[in-house]
């Protein structure tokens, strides 16, 4: 009884309190550098991100829930004898425990969708966690000054592309689009000489190559 005692007391209370204090104190100091650095620099030149913000709001939230469940277990005695007086009822001592552990899991979860876009679509589109991601295209920069250059790099590099996007660096007083060219079917011999010719003609500069499988 007395090793139970000190091992639910100084191993596992004491530690939680521990991990939470310094994780509060953590939040705390972030939302100091937080307002600091909101009042210091101009609304151009912030670079904090939306999701950058609901993660800290979630984590402080989280840390939230903590700290009231630690009371609701500080007061738990005193709510236990209130209801089965004092009487040693195990057994709805360990119900009413497991309750509080299990809620307090479930609610931080909920903080978890509740702050992530990506987990909330999930849940309410569960059709789209089967679905096969899409391949990030492979970009790759080579120097050409002619089609006749271009073509032998891209038939001797990359074969078997069934979608090839040909878009030249931006120009001072052009946009990307002058100088993009789009092949919705490519075959085994990479591209043709027309594709090529047409993105870049008078192109004297670094072309970046976007190949997606």
């Known amino acids: 009884m007395i090793c139970a005692e000190f091992i639910s007391k100084y191993v596992d209370f004491y530690v939680i309190v521990s991990f939470l204090i310094a994780g509060t104190a953590l939040d705390l100091l972030t939302a100091i550098g937080i307002y600091h650095y909101f009042r210091e620099n101009s609304r151009v030149d912030r670079h904090f991100s939306h999701t950058d913000v609901l993660f800290f709001i979630q984590s402080c939230t989280t840390n939230l829930l903590l700290i009231v469940c630690l009371l ?5 005695i005193p709510v236990y004898q209130a209801i089965f007086g004092e009487r040693q009822e195990h057994f709805a001592k360990f119900v009413m425990t497991t309750l ?4 307090s899991h479930a609610l931080d979860g909920l903080i978890m969708v509740i702050f992530n876009p990506k ?4 849940l309410l589109r569960p059709q789209g966690i089967f679905k096969r991601a899409k391949k990030n295209p492979v970009v790759c920069t ?10 032998p790099v891209a038939n001797q590099s990359w074969r078997n592309l069934r979608r090839l996007v040909v878009t030249s660096a931006l120009l001072s007083n052009k946009s990307k689009a002058d100088y993009s060219q789009e092949v919705p079917e490519v075959g085994n011999d990479g591209c043709s000489e027309r594709v090529w010719t047409t993105a870049v003609r008078g192109v004297q500069r670094d072309l970046p190559i976007v190949l997606r499988k």
């Open 100 to 103: 509080l552990m299990e809620t």
């Open 119 to 122: 987990t909330r679509a999930q």
């Open 72 to 76: 609701i277990v500080a007061n738990l």
């Open 142 to 151: 080579i120097t050409v000054t002619s089609a006749e250059e271009a073509l």
